[in-house]
């Protein structure tokens, strides 16, 4: 029984125990003690040598110390994994990341976008304006006579505040983009190329093809040489450009007090190719802009001078291209903002 040495074994187990530093350790720790070839499984090999009494006391000793081993493990198990909670950040490398959710290019900003592309590739420069106008750059300066039905509180937002120069002029929502023209025309000399994308205000009830505040895109060019046939160039290169190839336009003859000649830009309708269809009740042609040439009266109202400059303009809703460009058959969606809808774009 003296070279059992069960004692000097115990002695060591807390020693061995407090040196441990990692739960590796432990393990190797648990396999020096109580593996299949381990400490403990030594001791009870070596018992048949001794005698039945001996084996006795022997076994109760080691079922003791293997108790004793197994509650140091579990206590250092507990303390080391304490100890690796409050210094380690918990993370999990193989939980799938949290995505944001994606924002879209609201589709009206799209097409906006896509229209002036389109413009600035033929060489236009986009320019904007307020949309807190003087009475005069909304209507007078573009020639619409003061008897003009869309000068009205029914066609017009006017603000209770008036302008603070000297002329006090009256405010207002402008109703149109075209206004930007006159800004732009009394500051810069011609010859000029531009195009003017922005919000817009009228009282319209709303309905599925009306809103009291919808975008417009306004165009203009002044330069020494400019025809009607420049104008049809530019509008059906732009038609073919957001429509595609085939589409086909014809200029309708119009009034506008801005420009003379005036005319209204059908194309043919993209949903029957022009069959004849109930978008574009059975005339086979959808309206999608008004244009002209500029009147010299609006040149001379800018200071410049209609013998020598011409210009060609025109205005678009961004609202009516988009219902159209993607068929959409009610304006309220645009403003809406159910992302249901906004993100089919
Ligand atoms: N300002 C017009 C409107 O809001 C649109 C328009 C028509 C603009 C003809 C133009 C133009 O520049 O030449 O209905």
């Known amino acids: 029984m003296d070279d059992f040495k069960i004692d000097e074994i115990e002695k060591k187990i807390d020693e061995a125990f407090q040196k441990v530093s990692s739960l590796e350790d432990l393990e190797r ?18 018992l048949p040598k001794f005698s039945l009494e ?14 004793r081993i197994e509650d140091l493990l579990q206590d250092k198990e507990k303390q080391l994994k304490e100890s690796l909670k409050s210094t380690q950040p918990i993370i999990d490398m193989g939980l799938p990341g949290i995505t944001q959710p994606i924002g879209y290019m ?15 590739r033929m060489g236009f420069s986009v ?30 937002f006017y603000l209770k505040v008036s302008s603070s120069n000297s002329k006090h ?42 809103s009291f505040m919808f975008h417009q895109v306004e165009g203009f060019l002044v330069d ?6 420049d104008l049809k160039g530019v509008l059906y290169k732009f038609a073919q450009s957001i429509f595609g190839e085939n589409i086909k336009i014809r200029f309708r003859p119009h009034y506008f007090p801005f420009t003379e000649p005036s005319a209204e ?25 008004g244009c002209g040439m500029i009147h010299p009266q609006v040149l001379r109202n800018v200071g410049i001078n209609p013998k ?38």
């Not at 720790?29 to 070596?46: C, Q």
């Not at 009206?108 to 976008?113: M, P």
């Not at 531009?194 to 599925?208: L, N, S, T």
Request: charged residues 25%.
């Open 29 to 46: 720790l648990r396999i020096f003690y109580l593996g299949r070839k381990g400490v403990l499984s030594k001791l009870t090999g070596r």
């Open 54 to 67: 001996e084996r006795r006391k022997m076994g109760i000793q080691i079922n003791f110390l293997k108790q």
């Open 106 to 120: 609201h589709p009206l900003t799209q097409v906006i976008e896509e229209i002036c592309g389109i413009f600035i």
């Open 127 to 156: 320019i904007e304006g307020p949309e807190i106008e003087t009475e005069y750059n909304n209507f007078t300066a573009l020639n619409i006579a003061l008897e003009h039905p869309s000068r009205d509180v029914f066609d017009t």
């Open 169 to 210: 002029q009256k405010l207002l929502l402008r109703s149109h983009t075209s206004p930007v023209q006159i800004r732009v025309m009394m500051k810069e000399k011609p010859p000029l190329a531009i195009v003017v994308p922005g919000k817009v205000y009228r009282p319209d009830a709303v309905d599925a093809s009306h």
């Open 224 to 229: 020494r040489e400019v025809k009607f046939s």
């Open 265 to 289: 830009v059908d194309i043919s309708c993209i949903i029957c190719k022009g069959e004849g269809c109930s978008v574009c009740s059975k005339k086979g042609w959808l309206e999608i802009l």
């Open 308 to 345: 020598v400059w011409k210009g060609f303009a025109f205005g678009m809703g961004v609202e009516r291209i988009t219902m159209l460009k993607y068929g959409i058959n009610d304006i309220r969606l645009f403003f809406d903002n159910d992302l249901r809808f906004l993100e089919q774009f």
